[in-house]
């Protein structure tokens, strides 16, 4: 029994094993048959993004310069004299009008000196009054006489000399009064005080830095351009600047004619319209846009590919006789960049179509197709 139990299992896995042996055939036989038909079919080409060319004559190049604040004057002030420092009027940050009085002087040696020449002035005065009233006589005398010419000659001389002493001690007298006011340090222009350096009871000598002085009313910039922008602009024109995220309406006040010879920049000086939120020294900015003129064509960044020698390569559409395009390859000089967008030129001819995105899905020489939606 066990016998017949097993030669019966055997004969039913072998009639299995033979029936999955022939369902694998003819599986493969419909797969095969599956690729014929699909061998048959002729090739789709593949659809791509184009875009046809058009000339350009020039392109607009956007600059951004950077510049400071500053005022319009800006002076060191100091004593032309030395002395003790009796009194410094202004503090720093403080807003002075012109003429005002910054610091002074002690005076009392000089305030002395002037007595005692104004002293000695009135003593050759008298003497000066003696001598020509002696003059006088001998002039009366000698006509009648009784005097010689030398005496005379004495008289006159006599005066002659004190008038000269005279004039030498009016000229000591203004000296003291021109010591006197450069004693008191006054404001060049209204402004605003910066740095001080100096207190009262200072001993200083002439030169010695007091306080600087800013012009707060008539704000500037300086710039640094590149010679093609400098070049672009005029004596008066007016242009906007932004300092702090703030705009400005500044005038072009001078171009300097020389390069900066670190920079290799030119030096424009603009005025500032009204009173800035900046303070001097911060940043301010110059955009401005000057036009190329050059012969070429804006692309899309995503249509080149970096070619050899500083070149770059774009795909182009050649049609078919049969409706279709065949892939072409051009050689551009990149001349501008503008965000996503590139000018260039090479052997590209307007009315050419170019492959405008999706470049790495195709090759040259193969055929292709418009994509949908480009007539």
Same mark, same amino acid.
């Given at each position: 029994?066990?016998?017949?139990?097993?030669?019966?299992?055997?004969?039913?896995?072998?009639?299995?094993?033979?029936?999955?042996?022939?369902?694998?055939?003819?599986?493969?036989?419909?797969?095969?048959?599956?690729?014929?038909?699909?061998?048959?079919?002729?090739?789709?080409?593949?659809?791509?993004?184009?875009?046809?060319?058009?000339?350009?004559?020039?392109?607009?190049?956007?600059?951004?310069?950077?510049? #400071?604040?500053?005022?319009?004057?800006?002076?060191?002030?100091?004593?032309?004299?030395?002395?003790?420092?009796?009194?410094?009027?202004?503090?720093?940050?403080?807003?002075?009008?012109?003429?005002?009085?910054?610091?002074?002087?002690?005076?009392?040696?000089?305030?002395?000196?002037?007595?005692?020449?104004?002293?000695?002035?009135?003593?050759?005065?008298?003497?000066?009054?003696?001598?020509?009233?002696?003059?006088?006589?001998?002039?009366?005398?000698?006509?009648?006489?009784?005097?010689?010419?030398?005496?005379?000659?004495?008289?006159?001389?006599?005066?002659?000399?004190?008038?000269?002493?005279?004039?030498?001690?009016?000229?000591?007298?203004?000296?003291?009064?021109?010591?006197?006011?450069?004693?008191?340090?006054?404001?060049?222009?209204?402004?605003?005080?910066?740095?001080?350096?100096?207190?009262?009871?200072?001993?200083?000598?002439?030169?010695?830095?007091?306080?600087?002085?800013?012009?707060?009313?008539?704000?500037?910039?300086?710039?640094?351009?590149?010679?093609?922008?400098?070049?672009?602009?005029?004596?008066?024109?007016?242009?906007?600047?932004?300092?702090?995220?703030?705009?400005?309406?500044?005038?072009?006040?001078?171009?300097?004619?020389?390069?900066?010879?670190?920079? #290799?920049?030119?030096?424009?000086?603009?005025?500032?319209?009204?009173?800035?939120?900046?303070?001097?020294?911060?940043?301010?900015?110059?955009?401005?846009?000057?036009?190329?003129?050059?012969?070429?064509?804006?692309?899309?960044?995503?249509?080149?590919?970096?070619?050899?020698?500083?070149?770059?390569?774009?795909?182009?559409?050649?049609?078919?006789?049969?409706?279709?395009?065949?892939?072409?390859?051009?050689?551009?000089?990149?001349?501008?960049?503008?965000?996503?967008?590139?000018?260039?030129?090479?052997?590209?001819?307007?009315?050419?179509?170019?492959?405008?995105?999706?470049?790495?899905?195709?090759?040259?020489?193969?055929?292709?197709?418009?994509?949908?939606?480009?007539?």
């Amino acid at each position: 029994m066990n016998r017949l139990l097993r030669t019966s299992f055997i004969a039913l896995v072998a009639v299995g094993f033979l029936a999955s042996l022939a369902g694998g055939a003819a599986l493969l036989h419909l797969r095969a048959a599956q690729s014929k038909v699909e061998a048959a079919r002729p090739f789709a080409p593949v659809p791509v993004a184009s875009l046809v060319l058009e000339a350009a004559r020039s392109y607009d190049v956007a600059e951004r310069f950077v510049g #400071r604040l500053e005022p319009a004057q800006q002076a060191r002030i100091a004593f032309e004299r030395s002395g003790l420092v009796t009194a410094v009027a202004v503090e720093e940050g403080e807003v002075v009008s012109a003429d005002a009085v910054i610091a002074t002087l002690d005076t009392a040696i000089l305030e002395v000196e002037r007595d005692r020449l104004l002293g000695q002035r009135k003593q050759v005065t008298a003497s000066l009054e003696l001598a020509r009233l002696t003059e006088g006589r001998q002039r009366v005398l000698r006509d009648r006489g009784h005097a010689s010419e030398q005496r005379l000659d004495e008289a006159r001389l006599g005066a002659v000399a004190l008038e000269g002493e005279l004039a030498a001690l009016d000229a000591a007298i203004r000296r003291i009064d021109v010591d006197l006011d450069k004693s008191v340090v006054r404001a060049p222009f209204g402004g605003r005080i910066g740095a001080r350096f100096i207190d009262t009871g200072s001993v200083v000598d002439a030169g010695t830095p007091v306080v600087d002085i800013l012009e707060t009313g008539r704000p500037q910039a300086r710039i640094g351009l590149s010679p093609e922008a400098a070049a672009a602009l005029t004596p008066g024109e007016v242009v906007g600047l932004s300092a702090n995220g703030r705009n400005l309406q500044a005038r072009v006040v001078a171009i300097r004619p020389d390069l900066t010879t670190a920079t #290799r920049t030119v030096s424009v000086l603009f005025d500032v319209r009204g009173e800035p939120a900046a303070k001097f020294g911060d940043t301010v900015e110059l955009r401005l846009s000057r036009p190329v003129v050059a012969e070429g064509f804006w692309l899309p960044i995503s249509a080149l590919s970096e070619g050899e020698r500083g070149l770059w390569s774009v795909l182009t559409l050649q049609p078919d006789d049969n409706g279709t395009f065949r892939i072409g390859q051009e050689t551009v000089e990149l001349l501008h960049t503008a965000g996503d967008r590139v000018f260039v030129r090479g052997t590209l001819r307007a009315g050419d179509r170019v492959v405008a995105n999706g470049r790495n899905r195709v090759v040259p020489g193969q055929q292709v197709s418009l994509a949908a939606g480009e007539g």
